[in-house]
């Protein structure tokens, strides 16, 4: 007997009427394989039978070879029809989802610009950073990664066994003056250690990558060696430096990609020209970053241990304890924020989240969109579900047909997508400061979004395909249909959330705005206005800064000039260590300290408070001008005539007497407290040279003038100049970008969402058709057609303001709370975003009321 | 849409229902497929080839009779119909008329080009 389990298996997926036949041509395969061979061979022979009877011909579920391609081209020549016949609504569903998934794309490519930062270098995995842990007499704990150069000197020598390569930088990259011939220009590079450029694993394109072994010697990034060598070889080529040293050309590497650390060096040439034999590196200069790369197998944790205490035998008692530790190359980019100590989330991260969760929703309110708006659609469609039903179609095929649209739509709004993106990616990045790109060739891209999209489809299409299939056919016909109230609940609870999204997002760009807005227009507390800023390089520029100043002052386009050893964009120069002699009492914080030229005051136009400005025909060595937040901190009351004591020396002077009190000078981050500024007078040779421009004249001409009269004093010095206002308002910039970026998010948001109840409302409008007539013809007026019809929606925007004001406040004032200087959230944000959110739901709206009030009353009767 | 093309191994199947005439269906043409052609092959494979060609119109067929070592159950007979008959006439031309152009074959002996 053939086993019974193998025809079991082959009756659970053998057509019917294929049954007989098969049956008996295997049962005759089975009789004469026993007769020729053995029973065994043939209940063997009998399951590779059954198994060989697995083809598509033979299966239950398929009627036929060829009928399951015919029915799907058919279901999507269907739903191509159906959207051409509603181009409109075509367009919404399309280009609704389309926008929530170019805003995916883009985030998604942003995020992963962010998370791959610095992976360009080889050595990511083994490169860390020193940084230092400061504890202050306060008790207050600072990191920060300015290091003393012995650090990394010590480290080497000490320990060759658990540092590979160790690379040393100056704490600040300034603009060095390049030139080649007559060309010259500031360019940002690295002074490294030897070990430097083969640390980063720099890619050369030709030359030697240890080629800055040599202290002559300088490497050129791509486009450098590009902007001053064109074509030709620049191997060999000579570099000036800083109007001093000669430089040989000894490599070229390929620009480091933007999401790097060090995408802003142009050249790496040697530390050692600066620390050598004959000027070694200090233990007490903290002007210097130190990186390294780990030997292989080498704990982090461990090594962080080893060099905890390097410091401590080279630190005063007095000062609080250094404690030194290594942060690995993976935590620079987004884990590099600390809080007494210990590693925070960063501001950076946080961003990565918002703008994760912004994706997120953006994406969610399109997906909503997509769905309501084809449930309300295929509600339209309940009388051909009918006849469909009637001339014999099953559940299962009405699926099929649901699904299929739901996905053509949402192909096309992925396509549609791609292509935008690629569209304005160049905008993109312009205002996210990247510089991103579509991966064509990426397969976990286009996986994802191919996944994305049947998702949105099945998730899109489920509803309306699981809930229309199930009409009975007679009530389909016969127009007794309605959707329950439960589902005009989801979509109203959808509507909801849409909004409540939106006018979030608005709030949140109304703030954004706001705060930045308020940080530009605070008070400097000098003019910027007419200023220029100059940065000296050659001795030369220092031997002649009074000619220099008297030659200007005379072209009559110049009111006046002064210098200073640190420019007006920074707080550089932070010392600590003062004490009133009054009292004795050590002064806890530490001041901002410069020292400036006795006209600097009349130069930046400062605001003077209290006593007098600094004068060049008086001794006023032993004199200081202190700011005001600085008067404040101190607890003094009557500021002129306090005698400040320092611990150091400052120009050969330990005692200070204040004479003058002028406004907080903004010079660090305009969103901080002020930093407590301590002016030194000097008439010493300083780099930083500002220029106030006399406003009768023309800037063209001023500076022409300024220039002609610079080169004749400074010849061969390049005038190289910035506007000072235009320097401030950089610091701007990355809040700036925040907000253009939040913009562009709610923007989109909004658009989405009023996609969204466009559609709707069209169709309950339509849905209307018959109702809007009769009331025209016993008389309703237009407006009070176009309250009835509004009224719906006007009532979800109010329920979604009310829900969005308070989850508002509460992120914002999150956001705010990492602004010193902050505004205060305020009722008419809220009413303003809550106003808006409600106005232009309400034109969204009206565009059909209105034209239903409005239309023939005979026609709205006749329809259908 | 219908494929009206044969392939190497329908045309085989085509010509052993032809031979086995009467006695043409899916287990005597997989034993008759074996026996000449010393290759091994499914009643499965035979089948859904069969039923291929019969989408072709090439074949038709109907159920026959019973017999008891099918334990009663009927057997489906398969017969080339004329288009079938038609397709492999031109495939056996098209073979012919490519032979008669290959040199070694055209006067009628192999000629290997030895001499």
């Not at chain 1, 200023?531 to 800064?545: N, P, Q």
């Not at chain 1, 001794?619 to 607890?635: L, P, Q």
């Not at chain 1, 305009?670 to 023309?698: C, D, H, K, Q």
């Not at chain 2, 043409?29 to 089948?47: D, L, M, W, Y």
Request: hydrophobic fraction near 45%; charge should be neutral.
């Amino acid at each position: 007997m053939p086993p019974k389990p193998a025809e079991k298996f082959l009756l659970l997926f053998l057509k019917s009427e294929l049954v007989e036949e098969v049956l008996g041509d295997l049962d005759e395969k089975f009789y004469r394989t026993i007769e020729k061979k053995s029973e065994r061979r043939a209940k063997l022979n009998y399951w590779y039978q059954v198994f060989n009877y697995l083809r598509p011909f033979a299966f239950k579920f398929f009627k036929s070879n060829s009928i399951i391609p015919t029915m799907i081209s058919h279901n999507f020549k269907i739903s191509y029809r159906i959207l051409l016949k509603n181009k409109l609504f075509s367009a919404i569903n399309i280009g609704g989802l389309a926008m929530g998934m170019i805003v995916t794309i883009l985030i998604g490519l942003w995020i992963n610009d962010e998370l791959s930062f610095n992976t360009y270098h080889k050595n990511y995995d083994q490169i860390v950073q020193v940084l230092r842990k400061n504890t202050e007499l306060d008790g207050s704990i600072s990191v920060n990664s300015s290091l003393v150069g012995q650090v990394g000197v010590f480290m080497k020598e000490t320990y060759p066994a658990v540092f590979d390569q160790v690379g040393m930088t100056f704490f600040r990259s300034r603009a060095q003056l390049l030139s080649v011939g007559k060309q010259s220009f500031d360019k940002i590079g690295y002074f490294f250690q030897p070990d430097g450029p083969e640390m980063l694993s720099l890619e050369m394109m030709s030359g030697d990558i240890h080629g800055i072994d040599d202290r002559s010697s300088i490497l050129l990034s791509q486009s450098l060696a590009k902007t001053f060598f064109g074509d030709n070889n620049p191997i060999g080529e000579v570099v000036n430096l800083n109007l001093q040293t000669d430089l040989k050309v000894a490599g070229v590497y390929k620009d480091i990609p933007n999401n790097s650390e060090f995408a802003n060096a142009t050249f790496m040439a040697s530390m050692d020209l600066i620390y050598n034999e004959q000027n070694p590196y200090a233990w007490d200069n903290y002007n210097i970053r130190v990186y390294a790369t780990l030997k292989d197998g080498v704990d982090l944790n461990e090594a962080s241990n080893l060099i905890k205490n390097i410091m401590t035998p080279h630190r005063d008692s007095e000062d609080g304890p250094m404690e030194l530790f290594l942060l690995p190359m993976k935590d620079w980019h987004l884990n590099a924020e600390f809080e007494d100590g210990i590693q925070v989330t960063s501001k950076r991260m946080l961003f990565v989240r918002l703008y994760a969760t912004i994706g997120v929703f953006v994406l969610l309110l399109a997906f909503i969109n997509f769905m309501n708006l084809n449930t309300a659609r295929f509600q339209n469609r309940g009388k051909e579900v009918g006849i469909r039903k009637t001339v014999g179609s099953l559940r299962s095929q009405l699926i099929t047909q649901f699904l299929a649209e739901s996905t053509l739509y949402a192909l096309a709004s992925f396509i549609l997508s791609i292509v935008i993106v690629w569209l304005i990616l160049p905008w993109f990045n312009g205002i996210s400061d990247k510089t991103l790109g579509i991966p064509w060739s990426n397969f976990t891209f286009w996986l994802t979004g191919i996944l994305f999209t049947l998702l949105s489809a099945i998730l899109a299409g489920s509803y309306p395909a699981l809930f229309l299939s199930s009409f009975k056919p007679l009530n389909a016909l016969s127009g007794t249909l309605k959707q329950g109230i439960a589902s005009v609940r989801l979509r109203q609870g959808l509507v909801i959330f849409q909004f409540t999204i939106s006018i979030l997002l608005m709030i949140g760009t109304i703030t954004v705005f706001n705060q930045i807005q308020h940080a530009k227009s605070r008070p400097v507390g000098y003019n910027q206005e007419d200023l220029i800023t100059v940065r000296g390089r050659s001795d030369e520029f220092y031997e002649k800064y009074d000619v220099l100043r008297a030659e200007l002052k005379r072209t009559g386009m110049v009111e006046e000039m002064a210098a200073a050893n640190y420019p007006l964009m920074n707080t550089l120069g932070n010392n600590g260590g003062f004490s009133l002699r009054e009292t004795g009492e050590r002064i806890a914080f530490s001041f901002n300290t410069i020292f400036v030229s006795p006209e600097y005051g009349a130069t930046t136009q400062w605001e003077l408070i209290e006593g007098r400005d600094f004068s060049r025909d008086r001794d006023e060595v032993a004199n200081v001008i202190i700011s005001e937040s600085a008067v404040k901190r101190m607890g003094l009351s009557n500021p002129i005539g306090s005698v400040l004591q320092s611990k150091w020396e400052f120009k050969g002077r330990k005692e200070f007497t204040v004479i003058g009190v002028v406004k907080d000078m903004i010079k660090g981050s305009p969103y901080e407290e002020p930093y407590p500024l301590m002016v030194f007078p000097t008439t010493w040779a300083m780099s930083f040279l500002f220029i106030r421009l006399n406003p009768e004249m023309g800037y063209v001409e001023a500076l022409q003038k300024i220039q002609e009269t610079f080169e004749a004093t400074l010849p061969g010095h390049p005038f190289n100049y910035e506007f000072v206002d235009n320097e401030y308002s950089t610091k701007f910039r990355s809040e700036e970008k925040i907000g253009s970026l939040a913009t562009f998010f709610s923007f989109l948001a909004i658009l989405i969402s009023c996609l969204g109840l466009f559609g709707l409302s069209a169709f309950v409008v339509e849905q209307r058709t018959k109702e809007i007539g009769i009331r025209k013809v016993l008389g309703a007026s237009v407006p009070t057609l176009w309250k009835l019809l509004s009224k719906d929606f006007t009532v979800l925007v109010i329920i979604s303001s009310a829900l969005a004001i308070p989850a508002a406040s509460f992120f914002l004032n999150i956001w705010l709370e990492s602004y010193e200087y902050r505004i205060e959230i305020t009722w008419w944000m809220y009413a303003l975003a809550a106003a808006s959110g409600f106005f232009i739901a309400l034109l969204t709206v009206s565009y059909h009321s209105i034209r239903a009030s409005i239309g023939n009353p005979i026609e709205a009767l006749r329809s259908e | 849409m219908k494929e009206s093309k044969l392939g190497d191994f329908e045309e085989t199947i085509l010509l052993l229902v032809g031979i086995l005439g009467e006695d043409a269906y899916a287990f005597k043409i997989a034993e008759e497929f074996e026996s000449q052609t010393k290759r091994p092959v499914s009643i499965g494979a035979v089948h859904s080839t069969l039923s291929r060609i019969e989408d072709k119109g090439f074949l038709t067929s109907a159920m026959g009779a019973a017999s008891a070592e099918r334990g009663g159950r009927r057997k489906r007979i398969y017969t080339i119909t004329a288009a079938g008959q038609r397709a492999l006439e031109i495939s056996r031309e098209l073979k012919m008329n490519l032979w008669n152009q290959f040199p070694a074959f055209a006067d009628g002996k192999l000629n290997f080009g030895i001499g």
